[in-house]
């Protein structure tokens, strides 16, 4: 099975630091959702790690998360792209939980569900602690520049192995270019 895993605020959607709090908030990143659809057309399942500590701090409710990943998968499916699951931290900090990335807990459940080890699994990431959360399981990581990344890039202490692309859609033409030149 092919399976990719990414981050979604600053990856996929545009991020803010003041969180995305409602559907409206949630734009996407331009050729974010087609590379997705490139990556289902390759064979690739596609899931989304995300930490949501806004739920904990209030700042939106299950409810509005709801709605914030309907417009997602809808938005998707308007350009034949396809989102297997998203998994999703709603704790903050001190909450200590074992999901919230850097730890590796959601990207364990990821494991668990589609039955197989994330060893080589690509995850995608504008932070330092997505990539540090998958890299702990064998993901291998990517660093985009959108969103965060290029601060993340500067403050450097990446994984070992890291590729750095300026986005989703230039990260994936590359990937898709490599891997298909490898046999699987
Ligand atoms: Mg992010
Ligand atoms: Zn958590």
């Not at 087609?34 to 930490?51: D, H, P």
């Not at 994330?118 to 969103?147: E, I, N």
Request: aromatic share 6%; proline share 7%; with cysteine.
């Amino acid at each position: 099975m092919k399976l990719i895993i990414l981050d979604r605020d600053g990856v996929i959607n545009h991020d803010s630091p003041d969180f995305i709090k409602s559907p409206a908030e949630w734009i996407p990143i331009p050729g974010s959702l087609e590379a997705i659809a490139r990556l289902n057309q390759a064979g690739y399942r596609v899931v989304i790690a995300s930490n949501q500590s806004g739920i904990a701090r209030e700042l939106f409710d299950m409810t509005t998360l709801n709605a914030i990943h309907q417009k997602l998968h809808a938005s998707a499916q308007l350009v034949g792209a396809d989102i297997d699951a998203i998994f999703f931290c709603p704790h903050a900090a001190i909450d200590n939980c074992d999901c919230r990335k850097p730890k590796a807990g959601m990207f364990e459940e990821i494991s668990k569900r589609f039955k197989v080890s994330l060893k080589g699994v690509p995850t995608v990431g504008d932070s330092l602690r997505d990539l540090q959360a998958g890299f702990r399981l064998g993901c291998v990581p990517y660093l985009v520049l959108t969103g965060k990344g290029e601060k993340t890039q500067q403050t450097g202490g990446l994984p070992p192995g890291t590729q750095v692309f300026p986005d989703l859609a230039s990260m994936v033409q590359s990937f898709l270019k490599t891997a298909a030149q490898r046999p699987d």
